[in-house]
């Protein structure tokens, strides 16, 4: 809550919206790809189905349309959103941003763009850095999206972890006020001594170097660490497969889920007793369960929906959230805790205050804005195409001018 202009400024929730794929992937499913009974994953996780992204679905797509139903709901243009960050352990691209493809979609031609790598808390890191840059007076407004196509970066021989994730998009969008309320605290963590437990190797893995020269040829060395050019077929089947220690994530997030959420609660001056909601990353109902007990609360004070959804990383919490919200579970003046936790490891905690957010009253004003945001969507598209054909054309003609010299004659 700092001041800004002799008014303290506060950073609101105002609008949010999820987009799940439409395909959807059951424990049966699973049963004729890995050796696993809907049984065995039911009692051990809570999943019962998770969505799975169609070819025709993508890391941006979900997220965009998990951001224009945010913008709806908020009832903003596109144009209005200073920053737009997206938290994803599956973007397309290292570079450019999904958040820059996003932002480009949008429309949103005055916003700042980046995504951020915090796995599973990603949501909460996301929304935190977007409130702190409210906060502060330097942005007004800001749209934070959680996407994942988690079913692309699975090992699908790999029983436990196959079985755990699904795809989806949520978002919300953030606004500056000087109501008190919206985000009262958070506490962000990391902890890097157990990036083994979780991960996803990369184009700069040292470790996958090999399978790296095998793909895409030799790196050019000094000689003194030739690369070697037989990799297994089983490396390179690993280069962006997610791997993970079960057993020790499960310890790690009933831990830290408890004692984060109280030091975020402590620093907003509040205690468990005030909390109306814990919307808590969507990973495994037992660790729901250990959590609530850990808490010394009802396992009904969590919202839980990751029997239909799975795990779906950053997505789950903004997920879980709107659902929440369209569940009557969220109300006006009510106290509602995010909680996640991941892969760096990392793990983060966030109080919110809900205040004044609630969608748009239907009418002619809220038609005429949502005709706007369609145009603006629509113009993007058509913008994309016209300056990539001119930057095309402007090239070719450039070939044909004749070259100055170094004196620019
Ligand atoms: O978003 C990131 C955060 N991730 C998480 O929070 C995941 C946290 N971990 C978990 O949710 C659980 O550890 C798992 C669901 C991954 C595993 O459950 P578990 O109760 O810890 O099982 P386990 O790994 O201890 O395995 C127990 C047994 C093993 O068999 P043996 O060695 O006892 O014969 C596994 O091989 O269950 C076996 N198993 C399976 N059996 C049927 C493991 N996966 C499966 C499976 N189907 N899918």
Redesign the pocket.
């Known amino acids: 809550m700092d001041a800004h202009n002799g008014q303290k400024i506060y950073a609101h929730i105002v609008g949010w919206g999820m987009a799940v794929p439409d395909s959807v992937l059951t424990n049966a499913h ?1 049963e004729a790809i ?4 809907d049984e ?2 039911r009692t ?2 809570g999943i019962r189905e998770r969505r799975i992204a169609s070819e025709r679905d993508s890391t941006t797509s979900l997220g965009l349309k998990a951001a224009q139903r945010a913008l709806d709901v908020a009832d903003m243009q596109p144009t209005e959103i200073d920053l737009i960050i997206v938290a994803t352990s599956t973007p397309e691209n290292i570079f450019p941003s999904t958040a820059s493809l996003i932002q480009h979609s949008l429309g949103a031609v005055k916003a700042g763009a980046f995504d951020l790598s915090a ?2 808390s990603g949501f909460v890191y996301g929304v935190d850095m977007a409130a702190q840059s409210i906060k502060s007076g330097s942005i007004q407004s800001a749209l934070v999206i959680g996407t994942e196509t988690m079913t692309r970066i699975l090992d699908w021989q790999d ?7 699904g795809d989806g998009a949520g978002a919300v969008v953030l606004r500056a006020s000087t109501v008190e309320g919206g985000i009262l605290s958070a506490v962000l963590r990391s902890d890097g001594s157990g990036s083994d437990m ?1 991960g996803l190797p990369t184009v700069g893995s040292v470790d996958l170097r090999n399978a790296y020269s095998a793909v895409n040829g030799a790196r050019p060395t000094t000689g003194l660490t030739a690369p070697e050019l037989s990799p297994s077929l089983a490396g390179q089947m690993r280069l962006y497969k997610m791997h ?1 220690n ?2 020790e ?2 310890k790690f ?1 009933t831990r830290v889920i408890n004692e984060s959420v109280h030091q975020a609660l402590e620093k907003a001056g509040l205690t468990i007793n005030d909390v109306s909601l814990i919307v808590p ?1 969507q ?2 109902q ?2 729901i369960q250990a959590a609530a007990r850990a808490l010394k609360v009802d396992t009904d004070l969590f919202m839980s929906n990751l029997d239909r959804y799975g ?1 779906t ?1 950053a997505a ?1 919490i903004p997920i879980a959230l709107c659902e929440a919200i369209e569940q009557g579970r969220v109300s006006e003046g009510q106290n509602v805790v995010f909680v996640g ?3 760096g490891l990392t793990w983060a905690s966030m109080v919110v205050k809900w205040t004044g957010a609630r969608p748009p009253e239907p009418g002619a004003t809220t038609l005429i804005n949502q005709q706007r945001r369609q145009i603006s969507y629509l113009f993007a598209r058509w913008q994309m195409r016209l300056r990539r054909f001119s930057r095309r054309w402007m090239g070719l003609f450039t070939r044909f001018l004749p070259r100055r010299g170094k004196n620019g004659e």
């Not at 890995?34 to 009974?37: A, I, K, P, Y």
């Not at 436990?160 to 994730?165: E, P, V």
Request: glycine share 14%; hydrophobic share 45%.
């Open positions: 699973l890995v050796e696993t009974s065995w994953i051990r996780t796995a599973c029983r436990g972890t196959c079985i755990l994730f979780l993970m079960g057993g994530v499960f997030a990353h990973a495994n037992r660790i795990n990383s789950s936790f991941g892969g």
